[in-house]
């Protein structure tokens, strides 16, 4: 089966912690994996933002892909996730500093049963 390019998830962050993307509930149900490609965040806040990325799958220990990463005001920062394999049911979320204020956009595919 072809995989088509597309973004996954597109979400503004106003939490100090938030799913970003789970594989089968967010963008299509039926989906049974997918790929990550990159993470795109922007800061919209008027001050930085310390964030991590943490990548949680069905079964297993959560893997923090990037801690206290520092976003700066009005910055952003694409995240490269290597091409991140996740089954149904994983996740990726984000813990942020207090009062965040920002944009998250994920890119990948998924891959239909």
Do not use: H, W
Not at 58 to 71: C, D, E, R, W, Y
Not at 78 to 103: G, H, Q, R, V, W
């Amino acid at each position: 089966m072809p995989f088509a390019f597309k973004l996954l998830q597109a979400k503004n962050v106003n939490a100090t912690s938030d799913t970003l993307y789970k594989v089968g509930t967010t963008k299509d149900p039926n989906a049974v994996s997918a790929i990550v490609s990159n993470v795109r965040i922007y800061n919209k806040g008027a001050s930085s933002a310390t964030i991590s990325l943490i990548v949680q799958s069905s079964a297993g220990a959560p893997t923090v892909f990037a801690k206290g990463l520092v976003i700066g005001a009005s910055s952003q920062y694409i995240f490269n996730t290597s091409e991140l394999a996740l089954n149904k049911d994983a996740l990726i979320s984000i813990t942020t500093s207090a009062s965040p204020n920002l944009d998250c956009v994920l890119c990948g595919v998924e891959r239909l049963p």
